[in-house]
């Protein structure tokens, strides 16, 4: 009995916690290690390869033959930026603690405003300012939520009629104030006109926007097609997914809508903006926006970088890929508005917000 | 609470069922066997990463063994929930994200299983007995802090055999092992992602979209156990147990997990 005690024991202790081992660890921390989970994640996750007309197996090439066992922290980091960078997407970037966020964007740097040089974001703060006490003549409802963003409504009065002005500053909020803005919406029936301020708003989560794009909806639209990467190679996409406007009782009906937007109005925002131009009676103004449709995932890299990546390719109604007049996939280019106008922080400094002042000028006159 | 007065009312009945239907050690038998153990468990899901995320923590179960001459039915529960890390994973200093999802998985694991087993009676070693066995079992991982869906979700058909030997009245060794024959499983979808349009109906149209069936060609997985049962009486018995278990699975993104789970419980004949 002794001697079966002891093979039981030994097997036990044989096997004892030692399962893991059997899981291959296939990922090293090393420069080439860490480069490798970047470059293969993109590879079976990106959705846009084709769409862009990306060659990933020769850029992977072109930036591992730079890579070694003594390329520094630094130089990795300006590597994997100059891969990511190539695709020029909204959604893609890496960040790594020591050496900050790398957009894959191309027009990382473009400052908030066109006579800036940097981007400052105390500008924008003062440009609502502006807004508040220039437009809305101080008179405007607030609702500031637990992140610090400032949601804002009230009316513009000019030349004798009262147009509804509405702030969305981001879709990001767990706690998002729909009741606040179906609340300003509600007050909006019979104005001559609304303006809907989506400038510097990043997105955030779909259910926000969604219900935004409802309330502000009189007509169900097809507005756009998806579909996710579905398989390793490149071109192994889902069905196609329609996205349409789903209007309610309680929706804005026969208001012109004038939606503002700038190249820092994106994803969940661009959504809405796309949602709302199959309306009728919408416009857009302002500047070309941001080009971060694709839904994102975020991983990680064996050093504890983290970089974001979109599986989504998009797609105009008629299920051709959405692009612009040139046949450019609009991802990292951005939606062109339909009135193209740009803001000056100088004249926003003297009382003029020029996208407001124009669009007012381009509602129709009843 | 529900659960707890659903497991009560269970165990209430069995003991019931127990004392209505009297039997004798070689005719009717009811066991119970409420255990614990220490969960060691270790997984790569490339839908969320390629790293192997590994922990252990302690696992709850009972067991409730049904048995009538060379027929046994027997039925399993088990719980655990505990935080994985990356070995792999090196954490920079002054990480900026809050939300901590891929330094460390929370899960929780929830097992269930119903077990037949036929002793056949052909065998011809002295003091063995040698029994098949087919098992419907469901297994689930969640891990709470990649996704609120689950690692996976699998239920399992898996024929296998046991092999049973008493050396001394007190004493019995079993090996066991089974191998699944079909299961439907439901996992993320290749991307991790949806269209947005379907946000608020994520839950429908994740488990739409995701459920799958997997044969032997698509499913590698094998369960194997090891025990140990000291009998204290005619009521009473210890068991020591190794169980381990692996898979893999290559759809929509390979899968594999081992586990070893070393238990000790404490048998009650009724």
Known sequence: MRSILIIISTALLLFSSCEEDLLKHEFKNTPRGNYDVLWSEFDRLYGAFEAKHINWDSLGEVYRSQIYDETTGEELFSLMSGLIAELNDGHVDIYAPEFGLFSSWSRRRKPYFKDVVDQDWSDVVEMRINIKAEYLKGRQREYTDDEGYNFFSGYIENRGKTYGYLCIPTFTSDNFPFSFVSSAVDSFRHTSGVLLDLRFNGGGMTENFVKVMNIFSSEKKLFLKSRLRDGTEHNDLSEMTSHYTNPGPSSLRDVPIAVLVNSFTASAAEHLLLGLESQPGVFSIGDTTHGAFSTVKEKILPNGWQFRIGPQVVYAPNGRLLANEEGEYLEGIGIAPDYYSENKLAFIRMGYDLVIVRAIHLFPDE | ?270
């Open chain 2, 1 to 270: 609470m529900k659960g707890a007065l659903s497991v009560i009312l269970f165990f209430c009945a069995v003991a019931a069922f127990a004392q209505n239907h009297p039997g004798t050690s070689m005719d009717r038998q009811i066991e119970l066997m409420p255990s614990l153990s220490v969960l060691n468990y270790a997984s790569a899901d490339e839908l969320y990463s390629p790293m192997v995320y590994e922990g252990r923590g302690l696992y709850a179960g009972i067991r409730i063994t049904f048995s009538r001459e060379n027929s046994h039915h027997i039925i399993e529960a088990g719980y655990s929930d505990f935080t994985r890390k990356s070995e792999e994973l090196t954490v920079p200093e002054n990480y900026f994200l809050d939300e901590n999802r891929f330094l460390e998985l929370h899960n929780y694991f929830i097992d269930l299983s119903y077990s037949y087993l036929h002793q056949l009676s052909s065998i011809s070693i002295p003091s063995a007995h040698f029994s098949i066995s087919g098992e419907l079992s469901h297994h689930i991982v969640l891990d709470e802090d990649v996704q609120v869906y689950p690692e996976i979700s699998i239920t399992s058909v898996s024929p296998g055999f046991e092999f049973g030997y008493s050396p001394g009245s007190h004493h019995t060794i079993k090996i066991a092992a089974s191998v699944p024959l079909f299961s439907i499983y439901l996992r993320n979808n290749y991307s991790t992602a949806y269209p947005q349009i379907y946000e608020k109906y994520k839950q429908e149209y994740f488990i739409k979209h995701n459920v799958k069936f997997a044969g032997p060609g698509t499913l590698r997985a094998v369960k194997a156990e090891a025990g140990y049962t000291y009998s204290l009486g005619k009521r009473m018995a210890l068991t020591a147990r190794y169980r381990f278990g692996f898979l893999y699975l290559e759809d929509p993104r390979p899968l594999r997990w081992v586990s070893g789970l070393y238990t000790a419980g404490l048998t009650y004949r009724l």
